[in-house]
């Protein structure tokens, strides 16, 4: 089993990475929800803009304006097109993300438990020679109680 020190020395370097791997994950969770958000934003402004449309479709619109509408409509639909590429992406970094750092944390809680084994077995070492010390002090005061000399 490895020393005390080289355990504690790979405890620290798994929590650096495990910390690094944590605040990955944390930038990727904001921009996915970034992402999000500007997808939904981009979708309610389409929403907006095809309802307004409508409204003047009832009232009379020339031509031109309803092809002007066709073709802002187009270029909404391919941004959030693209928005939606965004996001599934955000989501494919987060999910990376989340499983570099559970492979970090579980790394890191290995080591831990090494370090804990090591620990309870250096204490019980310990316990058996103090318990053999103490034996053979009481086997030597008993011995020369028997032959003072």
């Known amino acids: 089993m490895a020393n005390p ?4 020395t790979l405890i620290d370097l798994a929590n650096k990475e ?8 944390g930038a990727t969770l904001h921009a996915g929800e970034e992402a999000d958000q500007k997808l939904d ?6 929403d ?5 449309c409508q409204s003047n479709l009832a009232s009379g619109i020339s ?13 909404l639909d391919h941004a959030i097109a693209g928005q939606q590429k965004v996001v599934s992406d955000a989501k494919q ?4 993300a989340g499983t570099a750092w559970q492979a970090c944390e579980q790394k890191k ?12 077995e250096n204490t019980r070492r310990e316990l ?22």
């Open 128 to 149: 058996w020679l103090d318990q053999k010390q103490n034996d053979e002090h009481a086997a030597r005061c008993a011995l020369y109680k028997r032959n003072p000399s």
């Open 109 to 120: 809680m290995s080591f831990v438990t090494l370090a804990s084994r090591a620990n309870k």
């Open 41 to 46: 934003l981009l979708m309610q402004y389409r």
């Open 93 to 96: 970094r987060i999910a990376h």
């Open 48 to 52: 907006d803009y095809a309802a307004r």
């Open 5 to 8: 020190s080289a355990l504690d």
């Open 63 to 75: 031509t031109t304006n309803f092809n002007n509408f066709q073709a802002f409509m187009q270029k």
């Open 18 to 25: 495990t910390d690094e791997a944590a605040k990955l994950l």
